[in-house]
């Protein structure tokens, strides 16, 4: 294994998708709907796969698929305020995950900084440091506000400990709104002080928005790319898989300034060069039909988070009845529940694991048939054991899952 990946050998998703298919849990742990995408979307895949232009079957542009780009552009366009050239300003790529990789790729040089803020995607880490970047981890901390019903939004940045991180070898922060795994979503005040400090040092934001239409009322997702002089330094990550309920096609993109955006260009065209043509057709399909309709009620951007909503609360019900202290997500479709209550019932000894999360999680799948995610998993080694008493429960399945996945806790308990 090549020096650069040293190290990195570990993937709790790996790990976990493979404890899922020996033991047969109910499985709310990687994050995934298991119910019907929307039906126009098969149906715009259905049709590209039979349509006459047998040129679908076949290479498309490589940076993005010419129908892809164009309504990207439109709908980003209206929504930053500004206007987006589909070719020199956006990357199609192989997921958000392949936008990510461009991006870091593309702006990481050897011994640049990047800030993380925790908890994070944990792909982060791997690749700033396969770039030869050097990770600088901040801990959302939590603030108890004395109520019972634990929030989110209690999860915040310290300001000194933010711009404590900052220096003249910074060269990018990642940041992530809504985000997995705690359903935080960054408010104004808060990304105008991280944008503050992008402009103070010269620092690139890498903003990963792939949850942007999963957010519950009364939060609005705020982009940062639309914050005054914010366009010029972010690059914006998106993700079909979680804008449609099609994580398995596994298209996602990158926009940003031009500048930014053709190192992504070099990267993608000399790695994966280009993306399924028949699946951005359709996707372009499904976001032009969202684009007429956006913030109406019959839209998907407008019902899926409603429908949601309902399977949020039921979750944060069913979790608070059994002894665990769940905390309320403003957007995304992950929940973190605080187990601790329960460690006396549990034998966390027959898990070797070096994090209690872990132990607990497997312990859960193994002897009471439910996965969820060990959260120490979303932050750096030193910061683990923030983590240590939380478990991530995703809750975008059908509400015939839900509800047996509550019997189970409540027969177990
Ligand atoms: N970023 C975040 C925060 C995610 O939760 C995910 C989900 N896998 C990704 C990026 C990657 O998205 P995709 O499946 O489109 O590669
Ligand atoms: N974003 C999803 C999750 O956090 C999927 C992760 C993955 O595919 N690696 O569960």
């Avoid at 960054?186 to 942007?212: P, R």
């Avoid at 070797?352 to 996965?371: A, E, M, P, S």
Wanted: glycine share 6%; proline share 6%.
């Amino acid at each position: 294994l090549p020096a650069r990946y040293q190290g990195q050998q570990e993937s709790v998703w790996e790990e976990y998708i493979q404890l899922a298919a020996d033991y047969d849990p109910l499985d709310l742990g990687q994050g995934f709907p298991d119910f019907s995408p929307p039906e126009y979307i098969i149906s715009a895949l259905d049709q590209v796969i039979k349509d006459k232009d047998i040129l679908l079957h076949q290479y498309t542009r490589g940076c993005g698929h010419p129908r892809l780009i164009s309504i990207l552009s439109k709908l980003y366009s209206h929504l930053i305020g500004r206007s987006i050239d589909p070719e020199k300003e956006i990357l199609v790529s192989t997921g958000a995950y392949g936008a990510l990789y461009s991006t870091m790729m593309g702006h990481i040089d050897q011994g640049d900084e990047v800030i993380i803020i925790e908890p994070f995607f944990d792909c982060y880490e791997p690749m700033v440091l396969t770039a030869g970047g050097i990770p600088r981890f901040v801990p959302l901390r939590y603030n108890n506000n004395n109520s019972s019903i634990l929030k989110s939004s209690d999860w915040t940045l310290d300001p000194e400990e933010l711009e404590k991180a900052f220096n003249s070898k910074t060269k990018a922060i990642i940041i992530n709104t809504p985000n997995n795994p705690l359903g935080k979503v960054f408010t104004e005040n808060e990304l105008q002080m991280i944008a503050n400090l992008c402009k103070k040092w010269n620092v690139i934001c890498i903003s990963d928005e792939v949850y942007e239409w999963l957010v519950y009322e009364p939060q609005k997702h705020i982009r940062i790319a639309s914050l005054p002089g914010m366009w010029e330094r972010t690059i914006t990550v998106g993700s079909a898989g979680k804008t449609f309920s099609i994580t398995g096609w596994k298209i996602g993109w990158a926009y940003g300034p031009a500048n930014l955006i053709h190192n992504l260009h070099i990267v993608h065209q000399n790695s994966i060069y280009t993306c399924s043509t028949p699946l951005q057709e359709a996707i372009a399909i499904g976001f032009e039909k969202e684009f007429s309709c956006l913030g109406q009620d019959n839209c998907y951007f407008t019902s899926l988070p409603r429908q949601l909503e309902q399977k949020k609360n039921y979750m944060a019900d069913f979790l608070t009845k059994m002894g665990m202290k769940p905390i309320i997500p403003d957007g995304g479709y992950f929940m973190i529940a605080d187990w601790s209550s329960l460690e006396s019932e549990i034998d966390l000894s027959a898990e070797n694991d070096k994090y209690k999360d872990y132990c607990f999680t497997k312990w859960l799948t193994k002897n009471v048939g439910i996965q969820g995610i060990p959260p120490s998993a979303f932050y750096s080694e030193s910061h683990k054991p923030l983590g240590e008493k939380l478990v991530r429960f995703c809750f975008i399945k059908e509400d015939e899952k839900l509800k047996k996945a509550a019997e189970i806790l409540e027969n177990w308990k």
